[in-house]
């Protein structure tokens, strides 16, 4: 018995915070390897519309990819205890993510102005789904962005263990969603 209570067992080396976002990261990897798999097999069946994607999601990609290199830099700033340098980028990575989402809606806009319209074919309709799925998980880190930047102006400035670990947490989960948008504009391009 007591070698079940000693410190050695009774501690996790991964935060259960960490665990979590990762066990959650693992579960939406898989929600989007189904739905790609079945974008490839559904084309495989034919009757598919073959339409070029708006250049626009690749001006997207530009800005997930700035955003993801201020939030990284805003999160090495904040550990080496540059105040106004963390404050400052990750405000820019708020707007970035704002403006990743506007863009992406102008897409659809645009395909909608070329014919994909989300009823016209399969193919375009797995387009505004899986880019939608994408925008919505987006979304759900500007959420965490909001919160990070309540902690960075409201709170004093303290680089405390626990707020780095937050911290750490919405830059995880934000180079998630840059590296899947990676994969689906490179999943997109392939299968055009």
């Known amino acids: 018995m007591g070698a079940i209570s000693s410190p050695e067992y009774s501690r996790s080396k991964i935060p259960p915070q ?13 929600m989007f390897g189904a739905i790609t798999s079945a974008y490839v097999v559904r084309r495989a069946a034919g009757n ?9 999601f690749f001006l997207n990609t530009v800005v997930i990819l700035l955003s993801s290199l201020t ?5 090495t700033a904040f550990k080496k205890g540059k105040e106004q340098l963390y404050k400052g ?3 820019a990575t708020f707007v970035l993510g704002i403006l990743f989402v506007v863009l992406q809606y ?9 014919g994909a319209t989300f009823t016209i074919n399969p193919s375009s309709s797995f387009v505004y789904v899986i880019s939608g799925l994408h925008a919505a998980h987006v979304l759900g880190g500007i959420a965490a962005l909001i919160v990070a930047m309540i902690y960075a102006f ?21 180079h998630f969603v840059d590296v899947l948008w990676l994969y689906l504009i490179v999943f997109f391009m392939l299968q055009s």
């Open 18 to 30: 960490k665990l979590a976002l990762w066990v959650g990261i693992a579960s939406i990897v898989m």
């Open 89 to 91: 980028l990750l405000v």
């Open 71 to 75: 939030l990284h830099i805003s999160y």
């Open 154 to 174: 409201v709170l004093p400035y303290k680089p405390t263990e626990r707020r780095r670990l937050r911290f750490e947490l919405v830059v995880n989960y934000w």
């Open 106 to 114: 102008q897409g659809w806009v645009a395909m909608t102005v070329i």
């Open 48 to 56: 598919w519309f073959e339409f070029k994607l708006p250049d626009i």
